[in-house]
């Protein structure tokens, strides 16, 4: 074999000589095992047609655990570079420019339970085991389903044949051309596809049904196990998924791109979903909803992640990236229409304000680290599949949140580059053609207003000093002597957007701080407090002068209302923030949350619950815990009282939906506090269950909480029958809820157990073996059980049992979470010395994080803790 020139080969990325045009694919998956090896497998063949663009006498093309049993073209030697992922065919003469060539081959390949490429996901229904094959392509997966050009720039139309056991239903990306219905097997060709990358193509084969409905010219249907479609739980997403195709043809003025919009509900899925184009697949409890068993924050999470979802058929899908450095353009903008599409099909839920809380304040969270990173990295950064994996974090999903004043140019953007790829600059070309048509004033083009926000990671926390009207901006860094290594061109200023308020008045022009500092004369307020950042539609924090906190906390205990309710959330977030930053004192942190036993909105108390958890992590193995709960417990007594009153003592929902969600705060508060009439109420409710097994009373809202609760203040007795109920749920949300609470228990005998339930799929599934791990770890007496667990099984988990389907990332931040002494430090840092060599994988950057967090914690502990606690205790006595 002669030695290739190495630049392309040790490469990642594929070289751009060939470009593909179109694929002809036929799969045939074996539901039943393999009799002489046991393994479930898939036979397939495909060719590829593509151009050669430039003459080369190498064939790259991606191929990860394949193996192939006949490859047709002539050539000198064939090989699988398993490190890249590549089947490199060597020719004996050059592929000459301009001309098409076609490549046929046979393969055959593992139909795992891996969650990845062409998978088998398994379930039982009346007693009998039932196997789906289905498949996750994105990002890098279709590799493992045949052999493909697998980037998302390598666009083409795939031509797509399922064989299947008569009897059975085959889906694909488009719909069925015609069906040979053999005696031994089914053969299902479908229509060729739009043009595509090969990260959206989506398979299934499943005794599966469906519901129908038609919305204008496309069929729309709902897919999931017979026995979830006869019990009505695909009802509320079919009747769901029409208004929001409705509302995205006539937002991006383009029609829906396919006959079909189907949607899929598997037993077992690692992402909540995913947006292949034409057949969207969910895990179980995000697309299906029973309103007899299901909470508001079930359907809204539902109504929500179909939003998503189909927001990407156009914005992901018909325009798609070029390349995985610049997903934010993709997930942003799909998280941002998200609540655009859910408030056009739920109007009363007011979901576009809940933005804030759930997107806006947890990205403000990981982007205030050293260790964040901009929204656009460097094209040739990300290369490796487990770096791919890593971008999809909070900061890409979540950072650009406003997006709201970029809708107008969203509609050329899209005709323009339908079927093609883009980066990010050329957004901002159609973003300004839209400011320059419609007279948008802005202080300076769109590209130097958004790249700062963009290129450069962080955000910047505004100062206002209301007794000079001097405003100024500096980066924002949760640690204030962390040092920031990387360089940044607009050296950490953004222009900044500020709408703000005087005394009650909102003040009518937006104003530009497009410096380091500068002086609003208005900002001298003098006896009036100013608040900056209305309805927090800018991306940063804003902190003021002694003076104006004294008047700001002045206002909230009298009149509270007459601060907008998402600023009051805003305050309390921001001064904690601050106060981590060391900017304020952790006491005027703690004082924004005296008005609290004042307060019954939801977003306030929500945003002070998040903010104490922290509190909670540092300081509920020390001495400030009692003085802490009975501080909580007295400003939650009055919002418990008002939902008690409000429900009629508990017998019916209140109408809002935050208020139903700030019931469940109240609840959930009030017992985990120690509120004696709380504890009572639960344990009452869930006995009465264990009487009357067949019959839940307790509301769906209200179920997490009461189990949880229930299983805390119970034993052994509440805990198994948390268990057979588990086992025996029908619903997916219905089980999520008591898998959770199951971890609730102070028995650190039954979490023990728990533990090691995750390393049986037959008892736990391997997609949730990560949640129940960090679940077991939020509780306070399974902290050092389950870090303990995850050292002692880490490398059998890492290599072998949880490859492909656990979500290492989150489980390394869920048991490092409350790290906080020089003992714990150490135990972290041998752990990472002893599982060096094998890496961590997509988990490297969390563990770096584990890290940086703990060495933070250990910190602010030493400089915080005798503060804290003399405060809790000044207020309770």
């Known amino acids: ?37 046991g393994l479930y497998i898939f036979t397939g063949h495909s060719t590829v047609q593509f151009e050669c663009v430039k003459e080369t006498n190498l064939i790259l093309i991606h191929s990860n655990k394949l193996n192939y049993t006949k490859l047709d073209e002539a050539h000198i030697s064939t090989w699988l570079q398993p490190k890249t992922q590549y089947l490199v065919i060597e020719l004996n003469g050059k592929l000459s420019q301009g001309q098409t060539y076609q490549l046929y081959a046979e393969f055959t390949g593992e139909l795992a339970d891996d969650l990845a490429g062409f998978y088998r996901s398994e379930y039982e229904e009346d007693g009998v085991r039932k196997i789906v094959a289905t498949s996750q392509m994105h990002p890098t997966h279709a590799r493992k389903t045949f052999p493909c050009f697998d980037e998302p720039a390598m666009k083409a139309v795939f031509h797509m044949t399922l064989i299947h056991p008569p009897g059975t239903v085959a889906l694909s990306n488009d719909v069925v051309d015609a069906t040979i219905d053999g005696v031994a097997v089914t053969q299902t060709k479908f229509e060729p596809s739009k043009k595509m990358s090969s990260y959206l193509l989506a398979i299934v084969v499943s005794d599966y049904t469906h519901l129908r409905a038609k919305q204008e010219d496309t069929l ?100 798609t990236l070029r390349w995985w450095n610049e997903v934010w353009l993709n997930e942003g903008f799909a998280s941002y229409v998200a609540y655009l599409g859910a408030d056009y099909a739920e109007p009363t839920w007011n979901v576009k304000d809940l933005i804030v809380l759930d997107d806006v304040h947890r990205v403000f969270a990981v982007d205030a680290l050293t260790s964040s990173h901009p929204l656009t990295s460097k094209e040739d950064s990300i290369v490796l599949p487990e770096q791919i994996t890593e971008q999809f974090d909070t900061i890409s999903y979540s950072k650009l949140h406003f997006w709201g004043s970029v809708m107008l140019a969203i509609f050329s953007y899209l005709n323009h580059f339908a079927y093609s790829n883009t980066v990010g600059n050329d957004l901002w070309q159609h973003l300004q053609m839209a400011v320059t048509d419609n007279d948008v004033l802005l202080p300076r083009p769109v590209q130097d207003i958004m ?21 100024s901006q500096q980066h924002f860094l949760l640690d204030p002597e962390s040092n920031v290594t990387v360089d940044s061109p607009y050296k950490y200023e953004w222009p900044v957007p500020v709408r703000w308020m005087k005394a ?117 193995r020390t001495e400030v815990y009692q003085p802490m709960q009975d501080y909580l417990k ?28 700030n019931q469940v705060n109240a609840v959930r508060t009030a017992c985990r506090t120690g509120l004696t009439e709380c504890q009572n109420l639960t ?16 509301h769906p809202n209200l179920r997490s909480v009461v189990y949880c609760s229930a299983m805390a203040a119970g034993g052994e007795a509440e805990w198994e029958f948390g268990w057979i109920q588990f086992k025996e749920a029908s619903l997916a949300s219905e089980a999520s809820k008591l898998m959770s609470a199951l971890s609730c228990t102070s028995d650190t005998q039954l ?29 306070r007496a399974g902290q050092s059980l389950a870090w303990s667990f995850v050292r002692d099984r880490w490398e059998y988990m890492f290599t072998q049992y949880g490859v492909g389907s656990f979500s290492f990332a ?63 205790s000044s207020q309770t006595h």
Not at 683 to 698: A, G, L, V
């Open 1 to 37: 074999k002669i030695t290739m020139p190495s630049n392309c080969l040790g490469s990642y990325r594929l070289p751009t000589d060939l470009v593909p045009k179109f694929y002809n694919i036929t799969l045939w998956p074996r539901l039943s095992r393999h009799p002489d090896t």
């Open 634 to 661: 007295k400003q939650v007594t009055p919002l418990f009282m008002h939902f008690k009153n409000l429900t009629s003592d508990w017998t019916h929902v209140p109408e809002g939906h935050t208020d139903q969600y």
């Open 220 to 319: 729309i249907r709902i897919w999931a196990r017979r026995k979830a479609i006869e019990q009505g739980q695909g009802d509320y997403a079919l009747n769901v998924t029409g208004p929001v195709l409705d509302f995205f043809q006539s937002y991006y003025n383009i029609s829906y791109p396919l006959s079909k919009s189907d949607q899929i509900a598997l037993p077992d899925f690692y992402f909540g979903a995913m947006e292949n184009w034409g057949l969207v697949t969910y895990r179980e409890t995000n697309l299906l909803y029973d309103p007899a068993t299901s909470s508001n924050s079930n359907k809204e999470t539902t109504a929500t992640i179909i939003a998503h979802e189909l927001a990407h058929m156009w914005f992901g899908n018909l325009v």
């Open 504 to 620: 009650g008045e909102v003040q009518t022009d937006i104003w530009w701080l497009l410096e380091k500092e500068a002086v609003n004369p208005g900002m001298r307020s003098g006896a009036s407090w100013v608040l900056a950042n209305i309805n927090v539609t800018g991306f940063y924090r804003v902190n003021y002068d002694l003076g104006n906190w004294e008047r700001l906390f002045t206002q909230l205990s009298t009149d509270h209302q007459v601060i907008p309710v998402i600023n009051r959330a805003q305050l309390v977030d921001d001064a904690f923030n601050l106060a981590r930053a060391q900017l304020v004192s952790t006491t005027l942190a703690l004082r924004t949350t005296s008005y609290l036993s004042l307060e019954m909105d939801f977003m306030p108390w929500q945003s002070a619950l998040d903010n104490l958890n922290y509190y909670y992590l540092m300081l509920d």
């Open 751 to 779: 979490l023990q157990r728990y533990l090691s339930f995750t390393l049986n799929s037959t008892l736990i599934r391997k997609q949730d073996a990560t949640s129940v791990i960090t679940s077991v770890a939020a509780n």
């Open 451 to 471: 790249n700062p926000w963009v290129l450069q990671m962080g955000f910047p926390v505004v100062t206002v000093d209301t007794a000079s009207g001097k405003v």
């Open 683 to 698: 344990s009452t409710w869930f006995r009465q269950w264990m009487e009357n097994p067949q019959h839940n009373t307790i």
């Open 810 to 872: 989150s489980m390394i931040t869920g048991v490092t979470a409350r790290f906080s002494t020089s003992d714990e430090l150490q135990q972290l840092e041998e752990f990472v010395e002893q599982n060096g060599a094998a890496g961590f994988g997509s988990a490297s950057l969390a563990v770096d994080q584990a890290l940086e967090r703990t060495r933070a914690n250990i910190k602010w502990l030493q400089q915080n803790q005798q503060e804290v606690l003399d405060w809790f």
